[in-house]
């Protein structure tokens, strides 16, 4: 069965102290993993796609790997702003665009 | 500008009174999903729509329904709404159903009371 796990649930970080999110999944055949951050209220909000094992991708204070096993979300010198459920979605051969996500990590920088 | 535009952002229904959510969205994608999110849960997938297509995921329950009368717009419709069915809706649009990035909207907050 396709399966997404994240790590930690929750974290809390102070400003500028940078630290790493974990999605771990196994899946039949990887499609696409992608990233998401959502506020509270609010729809997921669109971060990142990876397809391949070592494959990078960077957007401000945010960078997201991947590997054959898991995906992580680097986050470097955190601001307030960046407080927010971060979402992972593994999309799998044969499923019709169907995202399965993990749980997410509720992250919170405090000033 | 929004791309996904999902109507009213909050819905009080009584139960077991039927209910419709509105999506629309401005850029004709070619596909629509509906996502359910339960309090810190994770979005779980109801349905969608390959163009006219109608693909609904087998453990959901038949009280929910949806119709996509045209590109721009996708319903979902509740029948008869338990207590159990109060969640976060979210709609999403995609490209194609393959590895294209889906974008989601707000979401409809649905109360069931």
């Known amino acids: 069965e396709d399966q997404v796990t994240q790590s930690p649930e929750a974290l809390r970080l102070q400003e500028g102290e940078s630290s790493s999110l974990n999605c771990s999944y196994t899946v039949s055949g990887l499609r696409g993993l992608f990233w998401y951050r959502q506020d509270p209220g609010k729809g997921p909000e669109f971060l990142f796609t990876l397809y391949s094992a070592g494959e990078e991708k960077e957007k401000e204070r945010l960078k997201a790997t991947l590997t054959k096993k898991e995906s992580f979300l680097h986050i470097t010198a955190p601001k307030p702003e960046d407080s927010a459920t971060y979402l992972c979605a593994v999309q799998a051969d044969n499923q019709g665009g169907k995202l399965i996500f993990g749980q997410g990590t509720e992250l919170s920088v405090k000033p | 500008d929004a791309m996904v535009i999902q109507n009213p952002r909050y819905q009080v229904t009584q139960f077991g009174k039927p209910v419709t959510l509105s999506c629309s969205q401005t850029l004709n994608h070619n596909v629509m999903y509906w996502y359910q999110q339960k309090s810190s849960q994770a979005p779980k997938l109801l349905f969608h729509y390959y163009d006219k297509d109608f693909n609904n995921e087998a453990d959901t329950p038949d009280n929910f329904q949806s119709r996509r009368p045209n590109t721009s717009f996708c319903f979902l419709d509740i029948r008869s709404p338990g207590l159990g069915d109060a969640a976060m809706y979210l709609c999403?649009?995609?490209?194609?159903?393959?590895?294209?990035?889906?974008?989601f909207g707000p979401g409809t907050r649905l109360t069931v009371l």
């Open positions: 999403a649009i995609s490209s194609t159903a393959g590895t294209d990035t889906q974008y």
